[in-house]
């Protein structure tokens, strides 16, 4: 995967004491000494971006950038803020801080952002005066970022310095573009760009990727030149006044357009040329000593993401924010509970504790802004049931290291989710049960097994697209499938099960250390001289291939999930506790064909009889009504949540009352 995430940007130093920018800060200005109009009465208000400093022998400077709005909240007296946050450092893109604070002048800003891990990044910022005393500008700011865990302080903190931009809202002749980058085996990573002048005339823009997560991040060089002009159009003349747009020069030449993400491993450089109609924007995408095409078609108005299905109030239920105390761990996993109301359903509720995939994810298990947990959850409790729903150990608002766990630990925290639904007298300690996605499955597997003494009562089951056989199996053909959904080549696909056949089974295996790293080494060199030309040239940087498979698939939560057979664990279960497993036929991710029969046929082994299987038509890996499963068509599609797949689920749940 490309590595467009991994972004940084460098921009100028902070004002001096005096208010004024100094020297080396107007020369590296992308704004060079530009006054950016503001709201006098909210100084604070708007886009501030620039860098968070760290030891320069330790990492190099990267981007941070905040949004802040006045917002009106429903029902409040006083306006409040609200910021967005871009941080590099920290894989933060379009994170909401968990409290904004601004002073009464507002000149200063304190925000709170959660972070990965289970951080909280503190971060304090001053507004710096250019001008004079009753003429203020306030286009500079500094401050500084301080990062905590568990209530202490990590590190140093680092120094924070920002310059005030406009916001995409301010943005004057805007442009918007969408299209792709095309990657190898022809597969394809959706992007957008929304371009657009400064009142003086400098171009700026945003890009936002869906696939990684990265929704309207700063553009840190923008450049258009029109059609037959020599000069750049970055300056503040206006060349081509009155052509529009998009339009060709009388000499015939087109309008070309560079445009720089920098990233912590190196820009990503976007160069094109407009076709004869505007509309059309292709040229060469480059990265790393990467090269490929990208193609972008002129849109009229920017990138959004429409997901119908995603609730929004007032509801017809409570919602409740709750913490959940690990008492074995002593993190907390912070949450929403939903219970129907009293006047829909008379107490005590049925429960449904939501258990996520795969990764880090929130309580609404949000991906490509999609929240099928948030979906699953209002539908359910409309329906009579409550439904917990928290951010896994580490994420959000929850405490823990997410980093260091593996399906067991996750699985205990189910336990101790059960355990604070039991505490709750309105819930019926008879019904509850466990509803997990993807590996979520494999947490409610894990944590059914082992209630052998009832201590947590699970009375039901349901599997979303789990798995059923090894990790390593499941690897195997997900990326196979996942590769022909895509439309790869098939020699790459057949290059690819051959590495994969080659290099899982030692990670499956004991070796660890320096006999792991050399064990992987040797496997590559055996696979380069059995390849091709075309192959070989894949292996050739033998160092870095190693140390990438042993990040990836040496941590302890992959190494785990490689080595994990739920079938023994299956086959443990209670005899009385019913069970739903339940997949899209489209899914690549973990196909139907692979799982179903295999869990089906642990659970019959182990004498529990009460098992439901639903193989659903045109569903994919997250229950969307798919054309090919691919995962790319993750985040095109509106649907969130199939209602077909909501009524199998619900329909089951009733029967178990």
């Known amino acids: 995967m490309l590595a467009l995430f991994a972004l940084g940007v460098s921009l100028p130093a902070t004002a001096d004491d005096n208010g004024d920018a100094p020297a080396q800060a107007a020369a590296a200005d992308p704004l060079d000494g530009e006054t950016i109009p ?77 972070a990965p891990g289970g951080h909280s990044l503190h971060v304090a910022v001053t507004l710096q005066r250019n001008g004079s005393e009753n003429a203020a500008t306030y286009q500079y700011a500094g401050g500084t970022l301080e990062r905590h865990h568990d209530g202490e ?23 918007y573009f969408k299209g792709a980058i095309e990657l190898p085996n022809r597969m394809e990573l959706d992007i957008a760009v929304h371009l657009g002048r400064t009142p003086g005339g400098t171009w ?21 030149e029109r059609g037959g002009d020599n000069d750049n159009d970055n300056d503040n003349d206006n060349n081509n006044e009155g052509e529009g747009e998009g339009a060709n020069n009388v000499n015939g030449s087109r309008d070309s357009y560079r445009f720089v993400m920098s990233t912590l491993v190196g820009d990503a450089v976007f160069t094109g040329t407009l076709d004869e109609s505007g509309d059309i924007l292709a040229g060469t995408f480059e990265q790393a000593g990467q090269r490929m095409p990208f193609k972008l078609e002129r849109s009229d108005k920017p990138l959004t993401f429409h997901r119908p299905q995603t609730p929004t ?33 008379a107490p005590p509720y049925p429960a449904v504790v939501l258990l996520t995939g795969s990764g880090p994810h929130d309580r609404d298990e949000t991906i490509f802004e999609h929240k099928p947990f948030a979906v699953i959850a209002d539908h359910l409790t409309r329906h009579g049931f409550a439904v917990l729903r928290c951010d896994d150990r580490g994420v959000g608002e929850s405490t823990g290291e997410f980093d260091a766990a593996t399906t067991a630990d996750f699985a205990s925290d189910a336990h101790a ?46 599997l979303l697209a789990s798995p059923g056989v090894p990790g390593d199996e499941i690897l195997l053909k997900q990326q196979r499938l996942i590769a022909e959904a895509e439309d790869a080549d098939p020699a790459d696909i057949a290059f690819n099960t051959r590495l994969q056949r080659r290099l899982l089974p030692l990670f499956v295996g004991e070796l660890e250390g320096e006999d792991l790293r050399e064990a992987v080494r040797e496997a590559l060199k ?45 086959e443990r279960i209670g005899v009385d506790v019913p069970v739903l497993a339940m997949n899209g036929m489209l899914d690549t991710q973990v196909h139907w064909e692979q799982n179903l029969p295999e869990i089906w046929k642990a659970l019959i082994r182990g004498g529990n009889h009460h098992v439901t299987l639903r193989a659903l038509p045109e569903l994919n890996h997250l229950f969307q009504e ?5 995962i790319s068509e993750y985040a095109r599609l509106k649907q969130t949540f199939a209602p077909q797949a909501l009524d199998t689920l619900t329909r089951w749940l009733d029967a178990q009352r």
């Open 153 to 175: 302080l990590v590190g140093e903190p680092l120094t924070l310095t920002l310059r005030r931009h406009p916001t995409q809202q301010e943005f004057e002749q805007p442009e």
């Open 204 to 224: 700026l823009g945003t890009i936002s990727i869906p696939a990684q997560a990265v929704r309207d991040f700063p553009l840190s060089r923008v450049e258009v």
């Open 626 to 630: 798919s054309e090919t499963g691919a």
């Open 526 to 570: 055996e696979l380069s001289e059995q390849a091709d030309e075309d192959e070989r040239a894949q292996l050739e940087d033998r160092d870095t291939l190693v140390e990438q498979y042993l990040l990836h698939l040496g941590s302890p939560w992959f190494r785990y999930f490689l080595r994990y057979d739920p079938r023994p664990d299956l």
């Open 38 to 114: 503001f709201d006098e009465a909210q100084p604070a208000a708007g886009r501030w971006i620039g860098q968070l400093e760290f030891d320069a022998a330790a990492q190099a400077p990267s981007l941070f950038a905040v949004t802040l709005e006045v917002v009106q909240v429903d029902g409040a007296e006083a306006l409040a803020w609200s910021a967005t946050v871009h941080a590099t450092a920290f894989a933060l893109s379009g994170t909401e801080a968990s409290q904004v604070e601004v002073s009464a002048g507002g000149t200063e800003f304190r925000l709170e952002v959660p």
């Open 313 to 345: 109030p007032p509801f017809p239920y409570t919602v409740e924010e709750v913490r959940v105390e690990h008492p074995e761990h002593g993190h907390t996993l912070a949450g929403t509970l939903t219970v129907p109301s009293a006047e829909q359903v």
């Open 417 to 462: 989710k059960l355990r604070f639904l039991h505490t709750d007298e309105r819930m019926d300690p008879e019904r509850m049960g466990l509803v997990g996605h993807s590996e979520g499955g494999l947490k409610a597997i894990h944590a059914a097994a082992r209630d052998e003494r009832h201590e947590h009562r699970i009375a039901f089951l349901v």
